[in-house]
């Protein structure tokens, strides 16, 4: 039994083509249109944008005398109006590892825009149970004691019952292994560490990220959320820029200004 805490690995997110998005703005009049935005998501979002109304100068489209200039004001409008499925084309991948099952079963529930791949406790053999302790447990030395016991008294069943059908003998077939470590996770806690890899566009982690911190969501998602609206913000600055934190109950609460960003009109 080992004790962890969850941990947030950023390891993926959209880039832009350069010599792909050069063509198109060639394509469309404007190879001149330059950006200064800090993110290859928010150029790209800025330029999904601006392709609805042609606006990357004025004139392009005849019906735009005027276009605004700067990402920072072009993706905060964005957000704003409510022009929510502009950012939707760039994604961000994260892996939360050392995070329990509770966690994980309450992120899942967040379906639109996301994908899941979760460590399969039906292949991966459970033989050394990781523990986070939620705070109040944590502050409580005899629950504490009687939260590490009772996992330290589950890994050894782990390990006796992986004994017991000798999964480690010579020629076990891996399909008996697998029926056999798929059915022990039954009695394994819900509060062990697992892993799941977790990618979303920016409309949906503005949403979870929401959700996840308020007061009221769960300690370990508010944790893992915590340190996801840390890197979203210093990251893209331009599409959380309607975002406030504050720490509530040592943790922090993210709030935007614009709230499940949806077309007002
Ligand atoms: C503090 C807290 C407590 C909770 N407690 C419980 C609980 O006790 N029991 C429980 O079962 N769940 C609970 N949940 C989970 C909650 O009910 C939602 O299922 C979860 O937060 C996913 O959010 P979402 O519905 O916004 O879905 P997401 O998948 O994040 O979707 C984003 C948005 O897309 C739209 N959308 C998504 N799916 C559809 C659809 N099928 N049709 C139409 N529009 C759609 C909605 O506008 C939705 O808000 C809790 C969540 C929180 C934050």
Request: aromatic share 8%.
């Amino acid at each position: 039994m080992r004790r962890v805490s969850p941990k947030v690995f950023l390891i993926g997110e959209t880039r832009v083509i350069d010599e792909g998005l050069d063509a198109y703005l060639k394509h469309v009049g404007a190879p001149e249109w330059t950006t200064d935005a800090p993110s290859d998501a928010e150029k790209l979002t800025e330029v999904c944008g601006r392709l609805c109304y042609k606006s990357f100068k004025p004139g392009l489209n005849q019906n735009v005398t005027r276009v605004r200039e700067g990402n920072d004001k072009y993706v905060g409008n964005l957000v704003e109006v409510g022009h929510g499925s502009v950012l939707e084309h760039a994604v961000v991948n994260f892996v939360f590892a050392d995070v329990s099952r509770v966690f994980t079963h309450e992120l899942v529930r967040h379906r639109v825009g996301t994908a899941i791949s979760q460590e399969s406790l039906r292949y991966v053999r459970l033989t050394d149970l990781g523990l986070w302790l939620p705070t109040v447990i944590a502050n409580d030395s005899s629950a504490s004691q009687m939260f590490q016991e009772i996992f330290e008294y589950l890994e050894k069943i782990q390990l006796k019952l992986a004994e017991m059908f000798n999964l480690d003998g010579d020629k076990v077939p891996f399909h008996f292994k697998k029926l056999v470590t798929s059915a022990m996770r039954r009695i394994a806690p819900i509060g062990l560490a697992t892993s799941i890899a977790w990618s979303a566009n920016h409309r949906t982690i503005r949403h979870v990220l929401e959700m996840r911190t308020a007061p009221e969501a769960e300690e370990e998602i508010r944790l893992v959320f915590g340190k996801v609206g840390e890197l979203m913000l210093a990251r893209y600055p331009n599409i959380y820029g309607d975002f406030t934190v504050e720490v509530v109950e040592g943790l922090s609460c993210y709030r935007p200004k614009h709230s499940k960003i949806q077309v007002k009109h």
